[in-house]
DNA sequence: CTGAAAGCGCTTACAG
DNA sequence: CTGAAAGCGCTTACAG
């Protein structure tokens, strides 16, 4: 670095000949400067290539601009993940139309640490995605900073989340399947902490409840899956081939589509005809669901409402806005695919 | 905000009742300070919840140690991008390992805003990913901020980049398939202006010609794709289908996973078989590639070691070492699936 | 070992 | 319309 890297806005202003309180001037826009001299002060903007620092101006303005997003999550994919690389996306192109910036981590441990180092960067506000213990909540809430949750559980109704209607996608998933069928039904469903996982497998169960079919009366069988990845929901319908097999279910439903295409995958392998032999269904509407033979029915999740929203909602809590809803919560709806395609008679 | 959100380094000094010097001193761990002191310092610092502003230590240090990632895409998805997004989640980690930060940027127009954005931010350094123009790579290079480019393009020698060795990649396809035996081929190449696309097309065909298999002599089919996407490979598959089947290509060849997979599932929807009737193999080792079925014989790319070799030359570079080497490149291995397996006889 | 002072690069009242 | 001055929250020589 033994070239001259950034000029300062002094040097900008001495070249220019005027003072820095005009240079400031001309160069944010706020106050007046005569057009000989905003003449001059843009000349040498362009001849020093003059870039404002904008450490210097967060300093005095108290305004850095930025967002911090952290995203919980114990294991890679973190940004790869199917679902939240998709709300990433939409955040940061809603955050660079608001005049925003992103600061982003990832935080496996769920530590306090990217918390604080967010806090030292003075973002303007914090994005908090995926599932975050209480702890977490507790410290960010101490320091009075503008933050909010995305796709998290939390029983404090002070926080402001977004989230995806789970209860109600996992009745309607249900009801798909009881619609072109099916009686007897086999479950993957992913780990009971996340709060999407655990709801989409009550509001499935609930309803087919109220259809007479459950796990006491033996139409149903529900296996706990300690994650949510392919690779766990493929060796579980290794595992359980056989119980599958025996129990005679024609329909598979997991709580999203990970779990579902690891176990359709075993199920291709095996020589079992889909949806012929086996109706399934998963939840997120990832990409993949439709990149796959036969194509995946699911559940949609509303990532660019989530993401979008994410980043105005948090923009009102920074301008202070009182009257910002708690909860946002966002429709899911069945798309029908060839996974769950009845044959034809 | 009515409410007090960060405290100074003044009130915390006066808390502790020491100078600002001492209190920075203990807080920073640079020079000295006895045991009562730093107790004192450090009991405020607690009991204030004290978080030194980032923003204004990089003022007086003029290093923020933040890096500026711009991902370069004309469209979503963006971050979501199968292989960007790995890319991005080892920067992410390589990063905090270092003890930097990322700011995150898109830009799907190659403007110089982006770049502006991050030189006013001040980053230490940047980090440019996928294609870009060269005039953005003309731009950055005036600014004299270290910087990289990864997975772009760039006849200047000058700029370090990291590349995979596409071209050898792209042999190592045609090798397989030709041990496989087939020796017609139908290939759908990606957008010809992407480096990795290009080669990996130059390489395959390269290889194909030794073996005396060429465009010219009709045993191999070139369809161009204006873009990378799984739907352009699903629609040039159903538009060629009648020219693939009359001209008995076995097997098929695309410059990336998802082209390969758009194909793969119109044929499949067609009632082809996989790999009774074609081959098919991508590129990129995207995760898809093993859920599918069949799962989808691939060539790797080494996501892991390009994010984690970026920010470690980044750091080099910003840490004013001489001899980073300017490029580069990462081998790529077959990754033999189902899809190109033989019929057992 | 500790403190007073200068300075990083801006913005913002306040005079003129 | 323009400039001098103070100040944002730190760090870093420099005295003591």
Same mark, same amino acid.
């Given at each position: 670095m033994n070239q001259k890297l950034n000029y300062s806005l002094r040097e900008l202003a001495e070249l220019a000949g005027v003072s820095k309180s005009t240079a400031s001037r001309v160069i944010s826009g706020n106050g007046y400067a005569s057009p000989d001299v905003r003449e001059r002060v843009l000349q040498a903007v362009d001849q020093l290539r003059y870039k404002p620092s904008a450490v210097a101006r967060a300093m005095v303005s108290? =305004?850095?601009y930025n967002i911090g997003v952290i995203v919980f999550r *114990? =294991? $890679? /994919?973190? !940004?790869?993940?199917t679902l939240y690389g998709r709300i990433i996306d939409e955040i940061l192109m809603a955050a660079e139309a608001l005049g925003y910036s992103i600061f982003l981590k990832t935080d496996r441990e769920m530590s306090l640490r990217s918390t604080d180092y967010m806090l030292e960067q003075r973002v303007d506000g914090l994005i908090l995605v995926s599932r975050l213990q209480k702890n977490v909540i507790d410290y960010v809430k101490k320091f009075n900073i503008p933050y909010l949750m995305v796709n998290g559980s939390t029983e404090d109704p002070e926080v402001v989340h977004l989230v995806s209607n789970d209860e109600a996608g996992g009745e309607r998933a249900a009801e798909h399947l009881v619609a072109c069928g099916h009686r007897r039904f086999f479950i993957i469903a #992913?780990? #009971? &902490?996340?709060r999407s996982h655990s709801l989409r497998l009550k509001g499935f169960c609930q309803r087919l409840q109220r259809f007479g079919l459950s796990v006491s009366e033996g139409q149903v069988r529900i296996l706990q899956s300690s994650e949510s990845s392919f690779e766990s929901g493929h060796q579980l319908m290794e595992e359980y081939y056989q119980t599958f097999r025996e129990g005679q279910y024609s329909a598979l439903f997991s709580t999203n589509d990970m779990l579902a295409l690891g176990a359709m995958k075993a199920m291709l392998d095996r020589g079992m005809r889909i949806p012929g032999d086996v109706a399934i269904m998963g939840y *997120? @509407?990832? *990409? $993949?669901s439709i990149m796959v033979h036969p194509s995946l029915t699911t559940v949609s999740v509303d990532a660019t409402g989530i993401g979008r929203d994410a980043v105005s909602l948090l923009d009102r809590l920074i301008r202070g &806005?009182? @009257? !910002? /809803? =708690?909860l946002t919560e966002y429709e899911s709806h069945v798309l029908i695919r060839q996974s769950t395609k009845r044959k034809e008679e």
């Open positions: 108290k =305004r850095t *114990d =294991r $890679l /994919p973190i !940004v790869s993940h #992913g780990p #009971g &902490e996340h *997120d @509407n990832t *990409d $993949l &806005e009182e @009257n !910002v /809803p =708690r």
